[in-house]
């Protein structure tokens, strides 16, 4: 392991308290020099680490801000409109408020961190600054009612698409919604729509949140949540995001054929698997057998009666 990854692990193990160079270099056997090095390599990388002689280190975030010019690399010339945000509550209720004021198909929002980042159901959805991706996507393009449940698979496939390219890293879907690496949780997906005065969508919006680069987590999902990555890979961050907004956008742009359905289920984590599922408050078990062209799960029950589940209603886990 470099001295810079082995410096940034030990203040990570840490969860933000300060560790003197003394003792940094006790641990790691080497010089306070090299910690001094280490630290400043790894602040011109974008970590955000507090501190400094005589006073400790204790690391704060770990990426940088997005930048522009590098997330529109990744885009290889998709056109969309993208804005950037230090902080914001969640990146859904700012697109939201400019699909309101008539933002154009494709606008995308990034933010280096959210306040109140939400997930399904109400769930939070855990954005510390730098360490992960905060973005969320304006769809104006086949919004009928018809493609509104094959919104959130199409999501999961281009995200999918974009970190076997960019990264290397192979995820399985988690009907509906989820993202999953090495068992786990390092996406999740959340679909709002717009409607106006005759009842019509008017507009989509797609929230993607992934966790890009290891951090210590909160206590109720450390056992659930995973990253890409432990440490800070040569991989831009940045190229990801654009990588990820042209690759949803492309799979709009058709979104009424479902040929993505294919690549859906062919990297679905569940089917094949016995699962529970709750739904009324009662406890139901399974075999996944197949998920069709909207998106919609069916299960078969011991007893061998099929039930056909859509997206929202209720929640699943694979039994192992």
Sequence with gaps: MKTKDAVLKLLKDRAGDSVSGQEIASILGISRNAVWKAVNSLRLSGCNIDGGTNRGYALISIGGKPKLKNIRKGMHGEDADIFIFDSVTSTNDIALDMLRDGARHGTSIVAHSQT????????????????????SIIIRRNIEVDNLLAVTPAAAVATRRAI????????????????????????????????????KISGIVVGIGVNFVAVPLPEDIKNKAGALFDLPPDIDRDGLIGA???R?????????????????????????????????GIEY????????????????????????????????????
């Design 116 to 135: 109140r980042g939400r997930g399904r159901t109400g769930r939070s959805f855990f954005s510390p600054a730098g360490s992960g991706i905060y973005l």
């Design 164 to 199: 076997a390219d960019v990264c290397g890293k192979q995820c399985l879907i988690k009907w509906v919604n989820d993202l999953y690496f090495n068992d786990r949780k390092v996406c999740g997906i959340l679909t709002q729509s717009l409607t106006d005065l005759d009842g």
């Design 244 to 246: 990820i907004i042209s």
């Design 248 to 280: 949803f956008l492309s799979i709009t742009d058709s979104l009424g054929d479902r040929t993505f359905m294919d690549e859906y289920r062919a990297h679905s984590m569940i089917l094949g698997e016995r699962i529970t599922y709750e739904r009324g």
């Design 285 to 320: 078990f399974g075999i996944a057998t197949d998920i069709d062209n909207d998106g919609a799960l069916y299960v078969k029950s011991d007893s061998g009666q099929v039930t056909k589940i859509n997206s929202g209603e209720v929640s699943i886990r694979r039994l192992y």
